[in-house]
T-cell receptor, first 110, second 113 residues
């Protein structure tokens, strides 16, 4: 699996958009970008994934650069409940596992 | 709520003992994955089962074993427990859709004293 690089931590103001960057410069053509988050020792929660096109769902948007070497997860209106560790993972679809790194600790402040 | 259930939520036991953790996947999901999260190791993949058969192994100790039953629920058995086995254990499941997104359960917190 390609490795990812994320900032260790970031703060965000409640109500503002949170933009979480992820670098995956060695990503292969058949690897997807997945985002999960973990809120205080709860089970990791799936957020969104994509291959090359930008994706949006009810939780977030995923912007993938044209060369696919980096991506940004956007939480459009952060709330206090979005405080969590966010993991960016690249994975071949047929692969069996998710390889979690250290993630980005996001703190949303009132 | 992901639809994946795990029992028990908490487990406290002593070194040398054996415990069984249980996971029920989302309805219709054939794959079950087990992960361990300890303070110093982060989230680590242990093992995957698909429709009753072992599909892949990760960093799973020989003292640990798992199985998936005909009704697709899975059990993770941990034996000869050591202090270092204290961790959160998560189960995830995925379906047959092409992209096989994994959905995680709430976890079992194991404390070995």
């Amino acid at each position: 699996d390609a490795k990812t690089t994320q900032p260790t931590s970031m703060d965000c103001a409640e109500g503002r958009a949170a933009n979480l960057p992820c670098n995956h410069s060695t990503i292969s053509g058949n690897e997807y970008v997945y985002w999960y988050r973990q809120i205080h020792s709860q089970g990791p929660q799936y957020i969104i994934h994509g291959l090359k096109n930008n994706e949006t769902n009810e939780m977030a948007s995923l912007i993938i650069t044209e060369d696919r070497k980096s991506s940004t997860l956007i939480l459009p209106h952060a709330t206090l409940r979005d405080t969590a560790v966010y993991y960016c993972i690249v994975r071949v679809v047929a692969d069996y596992k998710l390889s979690f790194g250290a993630g980005t600790t996001v703190t949303v402040r009132a | 709520d992901s639809g994946v259930t795990q029992t028990p939520k908490h487990l406290i036991t002593a070194t040398g003992q054996r415990v069984t953790l249980r996971c029920s996947p989302r309805s219709g999901d054939l794959s079950v994955y087990w992960y361990q999260q300890s303070l110093d190791q982060g989230l680590q993949f242990l093992i995957q089962y698909y429709n009753g058969e072992e599909r892949a192994k990760g960093n799973i100790l020989e003292r640990f074993s798992a199985q998936q039953f005909p009704d697709l629920h899975s059990e993770l058995n941990l034996s000869s427990l050591e202090l270092g086995d204290s961790a959160l254990y998560f189960c995830a499941s995925s379906g047959v859709l092409a992209e096989k997104t994994q959905y995680f359960g709430p976890g079992t917190r194991l404390l070995v004293l």
